[in-house]
Protein backbone atom coordinates (compact mmCIF):
# COMPACT_ATOMS: atom_id res chain seq x y z
CA UNK A 1 0.00 0.00 0.00
CA UNK A 2 1.05 3.07 -0.96
CA UNK A 3 1.21 5.83 1.82
CA UNK A 4 0.10 9.49 1.36
CA UNK A 5 2.52 11.75 0.28
CA UNK A 6 3.47 14.86 2.67
CA UNK A 7 2.95 18.59 1.35
CA UNK A 8 5.93 21.10 0.84
CA UNK A 9 5.00 24.10 2.31
CA UNK A 10 7.73 27.46 2.08
CA UNK A 11 7.36 30.75 3.96
CA UNK A 12 9.05 33.77 2.27
CA UNK A 13 8.87 37.28 3.09
CA UNK A 14 11.50 39.68 3.95
CA UNK A 15 14.11 39.81 6.99
CA UNK A 16 12.65 39.51 10.22
CA UNK A 17 8.53 39.08 8.82
CA UNK A 18 8.37 36.18 11.15
CA UNK A 19 9.38 33.00 8.83
CA UNK A 20 11.61 31.06 11.68
CA UNK A 21 9.23 31.52 14.13
CA UNK A 22 6.64 30.55 12.14
CA UNK A 23 7.92 27.90 10.44
CA UNK A 24 8.62 26.41 14.16
CA UNK A 25 5.33 27.07 15.23
CA UNK A 26 3.62 25.29 12.29
CA UNK A 27 5.79 21.96 12.66
CA UNK A 28 4.91 21.84 16.72
CA UNK A 29 1.15 22.44 15.46
CA UNK A 30 1.30 19.97 13.03
CA UNK A 31 2.92 17.46 15.07
CA UNK A 32 0.87 17.71 18.20
CA UNK A 33 -2.45 16.72 15.64
CA UNK A 34 -0.56 13.39 14.73
CA UNK A 35 0.91 14.75 11.31
CA UNK A 36 4.66 13.90 10.40
CA UNK A 37 6.28 17.44 9.94
CA UNK A 38 10.02 18.75 9.54
CA UNK A 39 11.02 22.23 9.05
CA UNK A 40 14.17 22.32 6.79
CA UNK A 41 15.97 26.02 6.09
CA UNK A 42 17.23 27.99 2.90
CA UNK A 43 20.69 28.10 2.89
CA UNK A 44 21.31 25.00 4.57
CA UNK A 45 24.93 26.59 6.18
CA UNK A 46 25.56 22.78 7.40
CA UNK A 47 26.64 21.53 4.12
CA UNK A 48 29.93 22.06 1.95
CA UNK A 49 28.58 24.20 -0.21
CA UNK A 50 26.50 25.45 2.29
CA UNK A 51 29.64 26.58 4.30
CA UNK A 52 30.79 28.25 1.24
CA UNK A 53 28.02 30.85 1.39
CA UNK A 54 27.63 31.11 5.31
CA UNK A 55 31.37 32.37 4.73
CA UNK A 56 29.71 34.56 2.18
CA UNK A 57 27.18 35.87 3.72
CA UNK A 58 29.14 36.80 7.25
CA UNK A 59 31.54 38.86 4.91
CA UNK A 60 34.38 36.46 5.29
CA UNK A 61 35.03 35.60 2.06
CA UNK A 62 33.43 37.39 -1.40
CA UNK A 63 32.57 35.78 -4.10
CA UNK A 64 31.63 36.72 -7.80
CA UNK A 65 27.27 37.94 -7.96
CA UNK A 66 26.63 34.59 -10.38
CA UNK A 67 28.82 32.38 -8.77
CA UNK A 68 26.77 32.97 -5.49
CA UNK A 69 23.36 32.68 -6.66
CA UNK A 70 24.39 29.74 -8.90
CA UNK A 71 25.80 28.35 -5.32
CA UNK A 72 22.46 28.80 -3.40
CA UNK A 73 20.48 27.09 -6.40
CA UNK A 74 23.08 24.13 -5.81
CA UNK A 75 22.82 23.95 -1.95
CA UNK A 76 18.90 23.46 -2.75
CA UNK A 77 19.97 20.92 -5.66
CA UNK A 78 21.77 19.14 -3.57
CA UNK A 79 18.45 18.22 -0.82
CA UNK A 80 16.74 17.15 -3.88
CA UNK A 81 16.85 13.64 -2.81
CA UNK A 82 16.16 14.20 0.91
CA UNK A 83 13.24 16.03 -0.11
CA UNK A 84 11.70 13.78 -2.36
CA UNK A 85 12.43 10.79 0.14
CA UNK A 86 10.66 12.94 3.19
CA UNK A 87 7.66 13.46 0.92
CA UNK A 88 7.07 10.15 -0.30
CA UNK A 89 7.41 8.74 2.99
CA UNK A 90 4.35 10.91 4.30
CA UNK A 91 6.59 13.80 5.96
CA UNK A 92 5.38 17.39 5.60
CA UNK A 93 8.02 19.76 5.03
CA UNK A 94 8.09 23.27 6.64
CA UNK A 95 10.65 25.10 4.77
CA UNK A 96 12.35 28.19 5.55
CA UNK A 97 12.99 30.19 2.45
CA UNK A 98 13.26 28.62 -1.33
CA UNK A 99 14.04 29.47 -4.39
CA UNK A 100 11.99 32.86 -4.12
CA UNK A 101 14.32 34.24 -1.91
CA UNK A 102 17.02 33.34 -4.40
CA UNK A 103 15.52 35.35 -6.93
CA UNK A 104 14.66 38.22 -4.94
CA UNK A 105 17.86 38.80 -3.73
CA UNK A 106 19.92 38.66 -6.27
CA UNK A 107 18.04 39.95 -9.33
CA UNK A 108 17.75 42.97 -6.35
CA UNK A 109 21.39 43.15 -7.30
CA UNK A 110 22.53 45.68 -10.40
CA UNK A 111 21.88 43.73 -13.89
CA UNK A 112 20.23 40.55 -12.77
CA UNK A 113 16.79 39.79 -14.74
CA UNK A 114 14.13 37.94 -13.30
CA UNK A 115 14.65 35.10 -15.99
CA UNK A 116 18.32 34.80 -15.67
CA UNK A 117 18.22 33.94 -11.37
CA UNK A 118 14.92 31.78 -12.26
CA UNK A 119 16.54 29.81 -14.36
CA UNK A 120 18.99 27.34 -12.18
CA UNK A 121 16.35 26.44 -10.00
CA UNK A 122 13.62 25.46 -12.55
CA UNK A 123 12.14 21.68 -12.05
CA UNK A 124 12.81 22.17 -8.24
CA UNK A 125 10.28 20.44 -6.66
CA UNK A 126 7.31 22.74 -6.19
CA UNK A 127 6.09 24.04 -3.56
CA UNK A 128 2.25 22.82 -3.01
CA UNK A 129 2.06 26.12 -1.06
CA UNK A 130 3.88 29.27 -0.75
CA UNK A 131 2.94 31.81 2.03
CA UNK A 132 4.34 35.04 2.30
CA UNK A 133 4.56 37.13 5.37
CA UNK A 134 3.92 40.62 4.23
CA UNK A 135 5.49 43.34 6.36
CA UNK A 136 6.35 46.86 5.58
CA UNK A 137 9.54 48.10 6.22
CA UNK A 138 9.02 50.24 9.28
CA UNK A 139 6.97 47.22 11.11
CA UNK A 140 10.35 45.27 10.26
CA UNK A 141 12.32 47.95 12.24
CA UNK A 142 10.54 47.86 14.93
CA UNK A 143 11.38 44.69 15.38
CA UNK A 144 15.15 45.07 16.23
CA UNK A 145 18.16 46.53 14.10
CA UNK A 146 19.38 44.74 11.23
CA UNK A 147 22.46 42.43 11.47
CA UNK A 148 25.37 42.63 10.21
CA UNK A 149 25.14 39.68 7.42
CA UNK A 150 25.52 41.14 3.95
CA UNK A 151 22.12 42.26 2.32
CA UNK A 152 20.92 43.32 5.64
CA UNK A 153 20.29 47.20 4.85
CA UNK A 154 16.88 48.61 4.80
CA UNK A 155 18.03 49.66 0.72
CA UNK A 156 18.61 46.27 -0.24
CA UNK A 157 15.32 44.91 1.78
CA UNK A 158 13.11 47.84 -0.11
CA UNK A 159 14.26 46.19 -3.54
CA UNK A 160 13.53 42.69 -2.29
CA UNK A 161 10.53 43.40 -1.45
CA UNK A 162 9.68 44.74 -5.07
CA UNK A 163 10.90 41.59 -6.52
CA UNK A 164 9.00 39.42 -4.75
CA UNK A 165 6.08 41.55 -5.36
CA UNK A 166 6.80 40.81 -9.05
CA UNK A 167 7.63 36.70 -8.34
CA UNK A 168 3.96 36.67 -6.82
CA UNK A 169 2.49 37.62 -9.81
CA UNK A 170 3.32 34.38 -11.49
CA UNK A 171 -0.32 31.93 -11.11
CA UNK A 172 1.65 29.05 -11.61
CA UNK A 173 2.68 28.78 -7.89
CA UNK A 174 0.17 29.04 -5.13
CA UNK A 175 1.72 32.05 -3.85
CA UNK A 176 -0.81 33.26 -0.28
CA UNK A 177 -0.05 36.97 1.27
CA UNK A 178 0.04 36.77 4.85
CA UNK A 179 -0.57 39.70 6.89
CA UNK A 180 2.35 39.44 9.28
CA UNK A 181 2.05 42.78 10.84
CA UNK A 182 0.01 40.76 13.70
CA UNK A 183 0.23 39.13 16.71
CA UNK A 184 2.40 35.86 16.68
CA UNK A 185 -0.94 33.87 17.37
CA UNK A 186 -2.93 35.36 14.78
CA UNK A 187 -0.39 34.58 12.28
CA UNK A 188 -0.08 31.04 13.39
CA UNK A 189 -3.29 30.67 13.16
CA UNK A 190 -4.07 31.67 9.36
CA UNK A 191 -0.86 29.87 8.52
CA UNK A 192 -2.25 26.57 10.41
CA UNK A 193 -5.39 26.41 8.94
CA UNK A 194 -3.96 26.91 5.15
CA UNK A 195 -1.19 23.87 5.62
CA UNK A 196 -3.64 21.88 6.99
CA UNK A 197 -6.12 22.28 3.71
CA UNK A 198 -3.12 22.14 2.00
CA UNK A 199 -1.93 18.79 3.34
CA UNK A 200 -5.18 17.38 2.50
CA UNK A 201 -5.50 18.45 -1.08
CA UNK A 202 -1.23 17.64 -1.71
CA UNK A 203 -1.87 13.86 -0.57
CA UNK A 204 -3.62 13.00 -3.68
CA UNK A 205 -1.03 14.55 -6.06
CA UNK A 206 2.25 13.98 -7.64
CA UNK A 207 5.20 16.74 -6.32
CA UNK A 208 5.12 19.39 -9.13
CA UNK A 209 8.19 20.94 -10.62
CA UNK A 210 8.74 24.20 -10.11
CA UNK A 211 8.73 26.93 -12.90
CA UNK A 212 7.97 24.54 -15.77
P1 LIG B 1 12.57 36.05 9.98
O1 LIG B 1 12.88 34.58 10.07
O2 LIG B 1 11.50 36.36 8.97
O3 LIG B 1 13.78 36.92 9.81
P2 LIG B 1 12.02 35.82 12.83
O4 LIG B 1 11.00 34.74 13.00
O5 LIG B 1 13.45 35.48 13.12
O6 LIG B 1 11.91 36.49 11.38
O7 LIG B 1 11.55 37.04 13.73
C1 LIG B 1 12.30 38.25 13.81
C2 LIG B 1 12.05 38.91 15.18
O8 LIG B 1 10.71 39.38 15.25
C3 LIG B 1 12.22 37.95 16.36
O9 LIG B 1 12.75 38.67 17.43
C4 LIG B 1 10.81 37.49 16.64
O10 LIG B 1 10.63 37.10 17.98
C5 LIG B 1 10.00 38.73 16.31
N1 LIG B 1 8.66 38.42 15.78
C6 LIG B 1 8.31 37.41 14.95
N2 LIG B 1 7.00 37.46 14.67
C7 LIG B 1 6.50 38.55 15.32
C8 LIG B 1 5.19 39.14 15.42
N3 LIG B 1 4.13 38.64 14.78
N4 LIG B 1 5.06 40.26 16.17
C9 LIG B 1 6.13 40.79 16.81
N5 LIG B 1 7.38 40.28 16.77
C10 LIG B 1 7.57 39.17 16.03
P1 LIG C 1 18.89 33.66 6.77
O1 LIG C 1 19.74 32.43 6.94
O2 LIG C 1 18.90 34.57 7.96
O3 LIG C 1 17.50 33.35 6.27
O4 LIG C 1 19.61 34.58 5.67
N1 LIG C 1 19.41 34.26 0.26
C1 LIG C 1 18.75 33.15 0.65
C2 LIG C 1 19.86 34.44 -1.05
O5 LIG C 1 20.47 35.45 -1.38
N2 LIG C 1 19.61 33.45 -1.96
C3 LIG C 1 18.94 32.31 -1.61
O6 LIG C 1 18.75 31.43 -2.47
C4 LIG C 1 18.49 32.15 -0.26
C5 LIG C 1 17.76 30.90 0.15
C6 LIG C 1 18.52 35.79 2.04
C7 LIG C 1 20.02 34.11 4.47
C8 LIG C 1 20.29 35.26 3.54
O7 LIG C 1 20.58 34.72 2.24
C9 LIG C 1 19.71 35.29 1.26
C10 LIG C 1 19.11 36.19 3.38
Known amino acids: MSCRRGALIV ?11 QCHKLVQALQQSGRAA ?12 GKLISSYLEKKSNLEDHTVHLLFSANRWEMVP ?9 INLVVDRYAFSGVAFTSAKPG ?19 MFLQLNPNMAANRGE ?6 ETSA ?10 QLMQDSS ?23 EDIISLAENQPVGELWR
Open 11 to 21: LEGVDRAGKTT
Open 38 to 49: EMMRFPDRTTKI
Open 82 to 90: LIKQKLEQG
Open 112 to 130: FSLEWCMNPDVGLPKPDLV
Open 146 to 151: YGIERY
Open 156 to 165: FQRTVHQRFE
Open 173 to 195: VNWKVIDAARTIEEVHKDIKLLS
